[in-house]
């Protein structure tokens, strides 16, 4: 006998005897089973009503300073090769590279030759022109001298001439010699002017001779470090020829070049940062922008001073330069709350009311720059109800049920 069979007479069995007999056992048992179904829909219909649960924080608007960051580089304030400005053999000990010279220090000295006599014999004749002039001047003041007697000569030969005690001839020969002593006064002139320009030209002489002398010490223009070794000892050098390298390194420059699309947000006096591939932040201010671009690149040249009175900061090393701009309104935001739409650009998901709740919307954003406490993000209202968790799973218009918690600060 097979059991199969057995078993479903008897199950057919129990169905006929509750359909025909026990009626109210199975109506009882299917008003239980819709009962079941009816809650389970009620509580999609409510699940529904109230919205995808999220959470969110109302953000407030900050004012922060905007930047513009640069690359570029560390460079001297100053840095000059000190050269020759005469010939000579050089007979001072030299100097090596990194040694501190400040302003005024011997840097190389040369060997004076002959021209100490040449500025003995330039003095010399500064003396010899200079004791012209006295009997120049003595010159000068006999044929004045002359010249007054010769006048009063004239006046008195004219008198008596016309009186008749004196001939006409007498007064010719009277004014033959006035004229003879004002040409006298005249050569008197002409001989002190020729005294007086030999001692200008003398003093000339004698000045390029200490000039000349003055330039065998060629000394430091200003302070700063040695970037190579003094002239050698014995080493002739010529006119124009090195002596060394000197540079400055405090304060030293961050030079960077900044497109045109910013050049105008950036103002002399603008506070600076600066950060180097090692060493500590920088902190500076900017004191030249360019007025002009470069060809190739049509970028403007900017300039940030920043101290190093521990010279520590070298010349030529990278940097990344941020320099303040006016300052905007920001959210400060965790950087998962940042999200990009079907569009593919970057926002954040807001908490909106309507007529019939709360529902979620996108808003694109901009994003100033990142923080060790989240992203600071531009282009919000002053108040925003912003989705931090939950904002993948939900698109605008959809209802949502918001958790609020506290915002950044």
């Given at each position: ?15 006929l ?29 409510e ?82 022109a ?10 000068q ?6 010249l ?25 020969s009277a004014e ?5 002593a ?14 007086q ?56 420059k ?16 603008a506070?600076?940062?600066?950060r ?22 049509r970028?403007?040249?900017?300039e ?6 521990d010279?520590?900061i ?23 709350a ?19 709740g ?30 931090v ?19 950044a600060?």
């Amino acid at each position: 006998m097979k059991l199969i069979p057995v078993v479903t007479a008897i199950l057919v069995a129990s169905f006929l005897y509750l359909l025909i007999i026990d009626r109210d056992r199975l109506q009882a048992i299917a008003q239980i089973e819709g009962a079941t179904e009816t809650g389970d829909q009620s509580e999609q219909t409510e699940a529904r009503v109230a919205g995808v649960g999220v959470v969110a924080v109302r953000s407030t608007a900050q004012e922060v300073d905007d930047a513009v960051v640069l690359r570029g580089r560390t460079e001297a304030a100053r840095q000059v090769e000190v050269r020759a400005e005469t010939a000579g053999r050089v007979i001072s000990e030299p100097l090596r590279k990194g040694a501190f010279v400040e302003t005024g220090d011997l840097l190389c000295e040369l060997d004076p030759g002959t021209r100490e006599i040449e500025l003995s014999e330039t003095k010399a004749r500064l003396s010899e022109a200079e004791s012209r002039v006295p009997t120049a001047q003595a010159t000068q003041a006999e044929a004045q001298a002359r010249l007054r007697e010769a006048e009063i000569n004239l006046s008195n030969a004219k008198r008596l001439s016309q009186g008749g005690y004196q001939s006409e001839t007498s007064v010719i020969s009277a004014e033959a010699a006035m004229e003879a002593a004002a040409a006298q006064v005249q050569s008197a002139a002409s001989g002190l002017v020729s005294a007086q320009a030999g001692i200008d030209a003398a003093r000339a002489a004698v000045a390029a001779a200490e000039r000349e002398i003055d330039k065998l010490s060629i000394r430091a223009p200003f302070d700063g470090l040695l970037e190579t070794d003094t002239a050698e000892l014995g080493l002739l050098m010529q006119t124009g020829a090195p002596c060394a390298t000197i540079v400055q390194l405090d304060p030293i420059k961050l030079v960077g070049f900044v497109p045109e699309v910013d050049v105008d947000k950036i103002r002399l006096g603008a506070r600076a940062r600066g950060r180097l591939a090692s060493g500590p932040p920088l902190a500076g201010e900017v004191r030249f922008v360019s007025r002009s671009a470069d060809e190739t690149t049509r970028t403007f040249r900017v300039e940030v001073v920043v101290p190093n009175a521990d010279l520590v900061i070298r010349d030529g090393q990278t940097a990344e330069i941020m320099i303040e701009t006016n300052g905007t309104q920001a959210h400060l935001l965790p950087q998962s709350a940042l999200t990009l739409d079907d569009e593919g650009r970057l926002g954040v998901r807001l908490v909106e009311g309507d007529a019939s709740g709360p529902v979620a919307r996108f808003a694109p954003v901009a994003l100033l720059r990142d923080t060790a406490q989240g992203v600071l993000v531009a282009g919000l209202e002053p108040e925003a109800a912003v989705i931090v968790v939950g904002q993948e799973y939900v698109t605008d218009g959809v209802r949502v049920s918001p958790n609020f918690r506290e915002a950044a600060q």
